[in-house]
């Protein structure tokens, strides 16, 4: 069974930067997609970002697309998420998830990101 840690979220004033990273431990991730999800205070996790296990093929939330960039180094078992022009609607925890037979089967903690206006 893969552990899933996030970490490198804070807090960041809007129009600023954040890189996220998940590191995997226990099993490798080079097979798997994985990807980013959030969850606002009071709302449903929403997806963010995903990655093909190659890297080779990413997608987006339309909220994101064009401000944050998903990544991935197998050689290191992480994934990164890139984000830039944060908005205050960014507020969330972000959580990385491995992707098992079409599903998001294994989940990281999370890691607060909080963007003030």
């Known amino acids: 069974q893969v552990q899933l840690v996030e970490s490198g979220g804070g807090l960041v004033q809007a129009g600023g930067s954040l890189r996220l990273s998940c590191a995997a431990s226990?099993?490798?991730?080079?097979?798997?997609?994985m990807g980013w999800f959030r969850q606002a205070p009071g709302k449903e996790r929403e997806f963010v970002a995903a990655?093909?296990?190659?890297?080779?093929?990413?997608s987006y939330a339309d909220s994101v697309k064009g401000r944050f960039t998903i990544s991935r180094d197998n050689a290191k078992n992480l994934v990164y998420l890139q984000m830039n022009s944060l908005k205050p609607e960014d507020t969330a925890v972000y959580y990385c998830?491995?992707?098992?037979?079409?599903?998001?089967?294994?989940w990281g903690q999370g890691t607060q990101v909080t963007v003030s206006s």
């Open positions: 990655v093909s296990s190659s890297g080779g093929s990413t």
């Open positions: 998830a491995q992707k098992i037979a079409n599903e998001y089967a294994y």
């Open positions: 226990g099993r490798t991730i080079r097979s798997s997609a």
